[in-house]
């Protein structure tokens, strides 16, 4: 049986902690490597990796998921929206071929926990290395943009933002940004 599209949609944790494992192997102290929900990896504020999971229904109703990731090794792209960084220009040391080995292998040990015991293990490793967590920050989904605090994941993995205004809400997707930087 196929996951359902929620618990598919928490391979994004399980790929940016897989992606943290290679900036630590690479020599970048952990404290320096943060990830910004949903699907950022971040080296001092600045993004050096992306995820983005792809997902649809096969001709049997079974759900199809690709998990694509992307990591700036030793360049990254010029004139972006926002800080943008490299893993050699931050003094990580590691080539393309070394990078996939260990992407894979990260991703499946990560992968292989969440089948095992679920994702609170996944959701308190990300959480550990969350970016912005408690601060404030603009969440603008498809037909609303709100305020307030991040102040947790709920147990899906759903940002929760604790309403300026008072009240709680559980962000499943959305853009989510930090005024006190440009991410």
């Not at 996951?3 to 944790?13: E, I, K, M, N, V």
């Not at 971040?42 to 694509?68: F, N, Y």
């Not at 947790?152 to 930090?178: K, M, N, Q, T």
């Amino acid at each position: 049986m196929a996951p359902s599209p929620g618990r598919a949609a928490q391979l994004s944790f399980i790929a940016a902690l897989a992606v943290a494992s290679v900036c630590d192997k690479a020599g970048i102290d952990d404290r320096r490597t943060k990830l910004k929900w949903p699907n950022d990896v971040l080296v001092d504020g600045a993004k050096t990796a992306g995820i983005l999971l792809e997902s649809g229904s096969t001709p049997g109703g079974d759900l199809w998921l690709a998990v694509g990731i992307g990591v700036n090794l030793v360049a990254s792209p010029k004139d972006m929206p926002q800080s943008v960084t490299h893993l050699s220009a931050n003094g990580g040391h590691v080539d393309r071929e070394t990078a996939l080995i260990q992407l894979a292998e990260n991703f499946d040990d990560w992968r292989s926990r969440w089948l095992r015991d679920g994702f609170g293990v996944i959701r308190d490793a990300w959480l550990s290395r969350a970016y912005g967590l408690g601060e404030r920050c603009i969440a603008r989904l498809a037909d609303e943009t709100l305020e307030g605090q991040f102040a947790d994941l709920g147990p899906d993995g759903a940002l929760r933002l604790d309403l300026d205004g008072g009240g709680r809400r559980y962000i499943s997707a959305g853009e989510v940004f930090f005024p006190s930087s440009d991410l």
